[in-house]
């Protein structure tokens, strides 16, 4: 799968951005998709993830309530709904592809997808 991650930007402490990951390859509705961050000097940590079907979506704690995952098969695209942005937000976003059968255990952990967009710059100001 192929992955094209927009969105990223600027914003203000409090603000709202929405993130956006097209995809194309293999057949996106038996995709499940996720969104990891990588703050400079640390490791990339899970944020979001949604299943196949988008019956199930999963997010870490430090997001949970303030983002929403989001699928639109018809437009092949993943969102991530990011409000009430904090500047320990700030971090390069990236979006993953993995197969429908990857369980809810991988769809929390970097090994459980195995394709990646590039990633795209979030930048909160205090």
């Known amino acids: 799968v192929q992955l094209q991650a927009s969105g990223g930007g600027l914003v203000q402490a409090g603000g709202s951005l929405r993130l956006s990951c097209a995809a194309s390859g293999r057949s996106f509705s038996s995709s499940a998709f996720g969104w990891f961050r990588q703050a400079p000097g640390e490791e990339r940590e899970f944020v979001a993830a949604?299943?196949?079907?988008?019956?199930?979506?999963y997010y870490s704690d430090p997001v949970k309530g303030r983002f929403t995952i989001s699928r639109d098969d018809a437009k092949n695209t993943v969102y991530l709904q990011m409000n009430s942005l904090k500047p320990e937000d700030t971090a390069v976003y990236y979006c993953a592809a993995a197969p429908a059968a990857t369980s809810s255990f991988y769809l929390q952990r970097e090994s459980g997808f195995d394709s990646w967009g590039q990633g795209t710059q979030v930048t909160v100001s205090s």
């Open positions: 949604i299943s196949w079907a988008g019956a199930s979506t």
